[in-house]
């Protein structure tokens, strides 16, 4: 049964994949994840299905592609509704048919594979402007999954916390078996315009920092620390929303000042690297670049 996972950039759609691969009686087969913004439209049909030698200039080996990867487990496709309307085609007939032929290949291969699929576009409207084809659309979404961002799930926060916590004391090999409660207030209040990927950023920093067994206030970066000193200063301290800008892609209103601070330390968190700022805000680059305009940080 295939799934569709719609959400803002950065709410953790990977997360769910995992989870329902984890949670499915194909836990112990492969979960083959496969970004489609990440491939040139030319080759994306050699990596997904595959290919033959001598199928093209290059083509010196046969090629395993992603699907015959996956077989009897899932395949994880990220950002589904930014492929090309041939891809959309071919995906389409694997779905019906549960065959494909890798390029250059005149017999089809038969395989076993979940699809989960993930886009933070509204697929409906695309569908609506001729943009994605709606019976891939259907096909894709026999269920239907949307994340709200974080900042609209509050109880999800701790739990995202201790996740992360485990897995980076872990990867550092570090014993850090927890955190403050004044600094997961301070998480708590943060409006988390990266999403579950800018927490994610944030714990692992926090590990990174932490020299004993919780993580305290002084392990968190600033623009988390100061998050609500801005926001009481320009909403008045009444604890209303503070007179804003649109936050990163998409996010609930935060403070100009408060934004721009925000973007200069996670660019400097990034050692200057533009596109996995982007990545990690939940932005594309020319978002990026036009924010930095306009605040003068080019």
Known sequence: TSVLITGESGTGKELVAEALHAESPRRDMPLVKFDCTSIPENLMESELFGHKKGAFTG???NREGRILQADGGTLFLDEIGDISPLMQLRLLRFLQERTFYPVGEDRPVTVDVRVVAATNAD???KVQRGEFREDLYYRL???DITLPPLRNREGDLPILVDLFLARFSKR???NITGIS???LQLLADYSW????RELEHVVERACVLCTDDTITTGNLPEEVRSWNRVAATTSGGNG???SA???FGGSAPVARESEKEHLVNIIAQTDGNKAKAARLLGIDRSTLYRKMKAYGLE
């Open 123 to 125: 697929l409906k409207q």
């Open 181 to 183: 409660d004044q600094a």
């Open 59 to 61: 083509a010196d080996r």
């Open 141 to 143: 979404r026999v269920i």
């Open 172 to 174: 550092l090999n570090k």
């Open 193 to 196: 315009p990266g999403n579950v």
């Open 240 to 242: 209303e929303e503070p």
């Open 245 to 247: 800008v649109k936050g």
